[in-house]
């Protein structure tokens, strides 16, 4: 395999959450074309299991797909912040939940083909509610609990949701079982 030859590159786009270059390149077989790649922070997925077993999901809206779902929390890092602090942050400031214990699960590429993004798993342990969350102006979440892991699985079988809640779940079942 053969990375593409970068030939030409242009910011189409510079914005706080939406920043997209346009690249020309180089195929290996010597043709060219041109690609566009979103450049975005990596961010954090927290599963978070309540000291009692259940397990904390959000009932939230996004905008890009205009639909409401069922997601854990989860955010991007921010500069200088490490994978860990930013799992604590976004658990606390989108539900008002602490982790006694954050334990790293696995990363994956967001969407690989236009996007150099990660996804960082964490599995939050023993959490407990600790203050009223601080969410951003842009952000509608409500915080629903589930009985316990199985519960979760089934639910999202057929909730709507995104990548990431099933992500999540595979990576856990995957660290139990190593």
Known sequence: MQPFKVLASERLLNEK???????????PDGSQGDWFIKQNDN????????????????RTYKHGCGEVLYEFPAG????GESPELAAERELLEETGYRAETLTYLGEAFSGPTGSPMKHIYFLGEGC??????????AEQIEVELLPDLNAAKTFLKTAISSNTAYTALTMYDLHKNL
């Open 43 to 58: 961010a954090v997925i927290v599963l978070p299991i309540l000291k009692t077993g259940e397990v904390l999901i959000e």
């Open 76 to 79: 991007l890092i921010d500069p």
């Open 17 to 27: 959450y939406c920043t997209i270059d346009k690249e020309r390149v180089e195929f």
């Open 128 to 137: 407990k509610f600790v203050s009223e969350p601080e969410r951003e102006p």
